[in-house]
């Protein structure tokens, strides 16, 4: 078993406990929507000025994507990585 498959199960695995916490949520839509939402716009914002802060995080199909599932603390793990990796 190789890193990349370890990275993309636990990936997938991730994906799939937000998906629960979604289903569990009285307005799952509306839910997913506003998470999604917010994480992607908190991305956008932290490529465009996070420089000013020393912090280069790239709007790539991985990111956007973490951040449309995840949301805003997916960013902060974006920020924490990028600091000390």
């Not at 506003?34 to 465009?48: Q, R, S, Y």
């Not at 996070?50 to 995080?57: A, K, R, S």
Request: with cysteine; charged share 10%; net charge positive.
């Amino acid at each position: 078993m190789t890193t990349d498959n370890i990275f993309w199960g636990i990936c997938a695995a991730i994906v799939l406990v937000m998906f629960i916490y979604y289903i569990k949520r009285e307005r799952k839509l509306l839910s997913f929507l506003f998470g999604g939402l917010t994480g992607f716009i908190a991305l956008v914002i932290l490529n465009k000025y996070g420089t000013l802060i020393d912090i280069d995080v790239p709007l790539n199909s991985f990111n956007i994507a973490g951040s449309a599932v995840l949301g805003v603390p997916f960013v902060i793990l974006l920020v924490i990585m990028s600091q000390f990796c």
